[in-house]
C-alpha cells in the first residue's frame, strides 16, 4: 500500500483547509496528530491529518501541515484549539507526539520517510506488505 503525504502549506489559511477537510470527510479520517519538535529552541507542531487507506488497500493519504504552529504548551493557541475542537466535534482521534525537527534532514522526502516510520513503529499506520 502506498502512503503519502500531501502537504497543504505553512500558512494559516493552510489550518481552515484542514478543518473543511475534517468537516467533509470525517468518516474517511482516522486520526488527528499532532507532532511537536520539543527538542527545539523554538518549539513547532506540524498537524497530520490520516485518512482510512482506499477499499482495496492500494492508497493511504496524510495531509500535512509541516512545523507552522507554535508549540501550544504551557499556553494553548487559537489555530490548535480549532483543529481540536473540529475533531472532537467530529468524533475524530487526536494524538500527539514529539519528533525531531525537519531541519534535521537534508530532504523533506527523507523527513516524511522518517515521520512513516515513527508512525508505524506507533501503529497509527499499517506497516508494508
Do not use: W
Request: glycine share 4%; charged share 20%.
Amino acid at each position: 500500500m502506498k502512503q503519502s503525504f500531501i502537504s497543504l502549506g505553512q500558512g494559516y489559511g493552510d489550518i481552515f483547509e484542514m478543518i473543511e477537510l475534517m468537516k467533509f470527510n470525517h468518516l474517511r479520517i482516522e486520526k488527528l496528530l499532532f507532532l511537536h519538535t520539543t527538542l527545539e529552541e523554538n518549539p513547532k507542531t506540524s498537524v497530520l491529518l490520516v485518512m482510512q487507506p482506499t477499499p482495496e488497500s492500494h492508497f493511504q493519504a496524510i495531509y500535512t501541515i509541516l512545523e507552522a504552529l507554535p508549540y501550544p504548551y504551557p499556553n494553548s493557541n487559537k489555530r490548535i484549539d480549532l483543529l481540536k475542537s473540529c475533531a472532537n466535534d467530529h468524533h475524530i482521534t487526536i494524538q500527539e507526539f514529539d519528533v525531531k525537527s525537519s531541519h534535521h534532514f537534508y530532504e523533506t522526502d527523507l523527513y516524511y520517510q522518517y515521520l512513516l516510520g515513527v508512525l508505524r513503529l506507533q501503529r497509527i499506520i499499517k506497516p508494508m506488505l
